[in-house]
């Protein structure tokens, strides 16, 4: 079966570092994947993807994370550095089949995923 998993959250004062993996298993490696978070009472918000032409972050996150992958592992990973309290959010794995991640409003839209990870706690404390 399929599926996303994700592993490396936990808790982090602030200005600290965490990395976070997502292993792929069960299908072949999607050319669209990258990582969404959500925070409580907010909605899920795409933070960094990468696809078969480019690599995007969303501007709270730019310059701070860093996206990457080992194809030969099937690892997305994200890197986190300077975290802020604002970063306090379950972060998800996720894939969409087409070369090109579907955008909305120039980021990766939610509604276009096709697969998902159970996310993992990330906690920045200030």
């Known amino acids: 079966q399929a599926q996303l998993a994700e592993s490396g959250g936990g808790s982090v004062q602030a200005g600290g570092s965490l990395r976070l993996s997502c292993a792929a298993s069960?299908?072949?490696?999607?050319?669209?994947m990258g990582w969404f978070r959500q925070a409580p009472g907010k909605e899920r918000e795409g933070i960094a993807f990468?696809?078969?032409?480019?690599?995007t972050y969303a501007d709270s996150v730019k310059g701070r994370f860093t996206i990457s992958k080992d194809n030969a592992e099937n690892i997305l990973y994200l890197q986190m550095n300077s975290l802020k309290a604002e970063d306090t959010a379950i972060y998800y794995c996720?894939?969409?089949?087409?070369?090109?991640?579907?955008?909305?409003?120039?980021?990766?839209?939610?509604?276009?995923?096709?697969?998902w990870g159970r996310g993992t706690q990330v906690t920045v404390s200030s």
């Open positions: 069960g299908y072949s490696w999607m050319s669209c």
């Open positions: 996720a894939a969409e089949s087409a070369a090109a991640c579907t955008r909305v409003g120039g980021m990766w839209s939610a509604s276009y995923v096709e697969k």
């Open positions: 990468i696809d078969l032409s480019s690599t």
